[in-house]
């Protein structure tokens, strides 16, 4: 099956009532790892790559996989998205390369750090909008600004600094047109996000459940949402690591955003901490290995868990036979003559 529009897929997510994970990758193993998980659980997926991993893996390199992974699991839809587009010559690049999806981070100026005004995020993003629909593929913007850094991109902080006001969500989405939008409700990026178990008094899905009611037809993003298990970071620290205790966001909590509108849910965090505890496991254990494939093997093995576990608790593991995908050039034609730019391809439930 060839790479399929990002904004089908949600769009179909949202006719199921299910959200879809988008998981970064940087290399091989972490493609191969989503890939088996999306065929053992049955599941559409979106595939990920920040600047900074295309940046580690080389461009061609990662997109080249990606399209072996489409031949190689025909069967399964994949959208392949830039993660945090900092510019819009960044997303013009990945959507030369063949992404199907991008987002425009509006919400930090071009250094990715600054946070920008709501009138510079709306007009980069609606440039994105213009250049990317044309084209067929699909956009994601972000009002509010998430906490933490990922891979040198994101303001710092924590996810509490710049939560989404509802009525400037409303106005960004009608002047941008985007297709999905990145909420900040309180998360944020990287392993550190709650020093206890966050529950609705930390993370604030009333705002998301209150933009959600304003814009039923617009696809809304979970950033930051690794749920960071104390297994994993027990793993990693049982083998020599050093990570300071720690919560992420609860799976229960996303799957009330999911009941809300939430639609692509994006996980970096947890499958870095399979990895490397897998990793540090085979080192620690028998430190005589010297073979790469003797711990990239069980690492591979590990994230793929990880990944057909949220497929599971998302809902949608079983789903990525549910539809033929839509060519790139007819979605393109769909935006021109107006049927998606405010309707979704499939009604929503
Ligand atoms: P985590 O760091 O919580 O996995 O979030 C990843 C992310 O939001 C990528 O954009």
């Known amino acids: 099956m060839p790479l399929v529009s990002m904004r089908q897929l949600l769009d179909e997510a949202a006719k199921g009532g299910y959200g879809v994970g988008a998981f970064n990758v940087n290399d091989m193993e972490q493609i191969q790892a989503i890939m088996a998980a999306a065929k053992e659980t049955k599941s559409p997926v ?4 920040s600047r900074g991993a295309r940046q580690f893996a080389e461009d061609l390199y990662l997109f080249k996989l990606i399209q072996a992974a489409a031949e190689l699991n025909p069967e399964i839809p994949i959208a392949m998205h830039q993660d945090h587009g900092n510019s819009f010559e960044t997303c013009k690049s990945a959507i030369e390369l063949g ?10 100026k071009e250094d990715g750090k600054t946070p920008s005004t709501f009138e510079e995020n709306v007009a980069v993003t609606k440039r994105v909008v213009d250049y990317a629909h044309e084209r067929g593929v699909t956009v994601e913007g972000e009002i ?3 906490g933490g850094v990922e891979d040198g991109h994101g303001a710092g902080g924590s996810g509490l ?5 509802p009525d400037q969500a409303v106005e960004f989405a009608e002047k941008t047109g985007v297709d999905a939008l990145a909420i900040a409700i309180g998360t944020s990026h990287g392993a550190y996000k709650f020093t206890k178990k966050p529950d609705g008094s930390v993370l604030k899905m009333d705002v998301l459940i209150a933009i959600h009611k304003r814009l039923p037809n617009t696809h809304l993003v979970m950033h930051g ?4 298990p104390k297994d994993l970071q027990d793993v990693v ?16 909590e996303i799957q009330l955003g999911i009941r809300n509108g939430v ?15 897998a990793i540090r496991k085979v080192l620690w254990e028998t430190p005589e290995k ?9 690492a591979r093995e590990a994230m793929k868990k990880v990944v057909a576990l949220r497929m599971v608790q998302f809902g949608q593991a079983g789903h990525a036979g549910d539809y033929a995908p839509i060519s790139i050039e007819q979605i393109a034609k769909g935006y021109k003559d107006g049927t998606l730019s405010t309707q979704p391809l499939v009604a929503a439930k």
Not at 225 to 228: A, D, F, K
Not at 263 to 277: C, E, P, S
């Open 46 to 49: 979106i595939v990920q790559a």
């Open 99 to 108: 992404y199907t999806s991008v987002m425009m981070d509006g919400s930090l």
């Open 144 to 146: 509010g600004v998430l």
């Open 161 to 165: 600094d710049h939560i989404t006001d």
């Open 225 to 228: 949402s690794s749920s960071v």
């Open 237 to 252: 620290n049982q083998y020599g690591g050093k990570l300071k205790e720690t919560w992420g966001v609860p799976v229960e």
């Open 263 to 277: 639609r692509k849910i994006n996980v970096d965090t947890d499958n870095r901490l399979a990895m490397t505890g």
């Open 290 to 298: 010297f073979d790469p494939r003797d711990y990239m093997k069980p």
